[in-house]
């Protein structure tokens, strides 16, 4: 199993685990990890003005198995005892200091609609050999993954605040063509930006308290 935690709520994370006994490519597994991934998101992986944006290997804990907590990152891979106990697995181990993946790459591969077809990526992240986390009668368990964090999408923003100013623009054109006065269609604009730079500010204050 490979364990992926994902932000789903303020200072919440919850965990999914994709078996990896069926896959036997890379494109399989990171469209695995996207459905996954938009699974747990829910309705705020419909928030356009977020994506993925970090990518950290992670050791967590799981208590009530589905409350997520990091206790180390951003390279956190499992020791050597635990491969040679078989436990866990992946390739190489002990680790030469680098992470398993590039987070660029991951990130490309995370959003790619055209996986590739060869298996060298999935060998290197940990996985789990032993039964699922999830199924776990413990009351705390404790394993090693993937944590995806979520950053703002500075293209879509500038998008939506290019289009705010253009629409205030309009909504004072027609102002001052309807009520002849020019300060009051200004003043009118300028609220329009206001406010929506302040929804946009609220939006993304609750994001920073995911």
Known sequence: ??????????????L?????????????????IRKQYLNLRGFRSRFWLLKPAAVSFVRFSLENRHRVGILQKPLALPPKSEVD???????????????PIAEDLFLHYLQCSEGSGTLFW????????????LKSAALATFGWGIHIDE?????????????????????????????????????????????????????MFKWKQE
Request: with cysteine; glycine share 8%; proline share 6%.
């Open 16 to 32: 999914a685990e994709i078996d990896t006994g069926n896959i036997s490519t890379d494109g399989a597994l990171f469209q695995a």
């Open 1 to 14: 199993f490979l364990e992926l935690c994902v932000n789903t709520g303020p200072h919440l994370k919850s």
């Open 85 to 99: 106990a078989k436990n866990w697995v992946y390739d190489p181990c002990p680790p030469e200091g680098d992470p």
């Open 151 to 203: 950053g703002p999408d500075f293209a879509a923003l500038f998008k939506a605040n290019f289009l705010v100013l253009v629409l205030s623009g309009v909504a004072a054109g027609l102002w001052k063509f309807f009520e002849h006065d020019f300060q009051g269609a200004f003043g009118f604009a300028c609220w329009i930006v206001a406010v929506l730079n302040s929804l946009l500010m609220a939006y």
């Open 122 to 133: 999935m060998l290197r992240f940990p996985r789990r050999l032993e039964a699922s986390l």
